[in-house]
């Protein structure tokens, strides 16, 4: 039974350029959330996605903006990035149907220069 | 809103030391999950446990152990005979009873385990 998977694992970006994450869920879970975890600090909500529909929103800026496909993966896209976008990336996935234990992938290194 | 605690930044103890990772927890809601979770330096964050707000029977899985008072608002992890291996940063966290439930983290205690 795979797991969250996450890609890519590590990347390094320059300001002002765009990136995308992407994300597979746990098998059998349909919502997808994102998670950016700055250097010693705990993960903050970035947004969740169900039934190809963002569905909550935590306290970003547009330049976050995501996607869920038919099949539950996720995407992540900033644009513009800055120098504190620098961190890791976590994908959690959860199912609405059988309880409320969030699952996460190892996440995606990024690093704005 | 709701708010996770952790006071302790960094604990280091000498391999088969018992150590309590304290957790304190504010929300509003009277239904609620607490989960723990552990971060090795890889950066996947582990799923160890989530207990429901409704559920302050403490639990013991192997070495590790979870105290949960509602009256205080804690939710405390030990290790017990911690090992090199439980070397990371360890998380509580915290989420609403509902269906497009998130999670409010602590800033996470980092253990560290030595010979």
């Known amino acids: 039974d795979a797991g969250v998977t996450q890609s890519p694992t590590h990347l390094i970006k320059t300001r002002g350029q765009q990136v995308t994450l992407r994300c597979s869920p746990k098998?059998?879970?349909?919502?997808v959330s994102w998670y950016q975890q700055a250097l010693g600090q705990g993960p903050q909500f970035i947004f969740q996605y169900y039934e190809e529909e963002e569905r909550q929103r935590g306290n970003f800026p547009d330049r976050f903006s995501g996607h869920q496909f038919p099949n539950y993966s996720s995407e992540l896209n900033v644009n513009a990035l800055l120098l504190g976008d620098s961190a890791l990336y976590l994908c959690?996935?959860?199912?609405?149907?059988?309880?409320?234990?969030?699952?996460f992938g190892e996440g995606s290194w990024l690093t704005v220069v | 809103a709701q708010k996770v605690t952790q006071a302790q930044t960094e604990i280091s103890v000498v391999e088969k030391e018992d150590v309590t990772l304290d957790c304190v927890y504010e929300t509003r809601d009277t239904t609620y999950y607490l989960f723990w979770y552990k971060q090795p330096p890889s950066g996947e964050l582990v799923f160890l446990i989530r207990r429901n707000s409704f559920d302050e029977q403490n639990e013991i899985s192997g070495r590790y152990s979870w105290n949960f008072q509602k009256s205080t608002s804690s939710f405390n992890f030990t290790i017990t005979a911690s090992q090199v291996v439980d070397s990371a940063v360890y998380f509580c966290?915290?989420?609403?009873?509902?269906?497009?439930?998130?999670?409010?983290f602590g800033k996470g205690t980092m253990l560290l385990v030595s010979p």
């Open positions: 966290a915290l989420s609403e009873a509902k269906r497009y439930s998130t999670l409010t």
């Open positions: 098998s059998g879970h349909d919502t």
């Open positions: 959690a996935s959860s199912s609405t149907t059988s309880g409320n234990t969030i699952y």
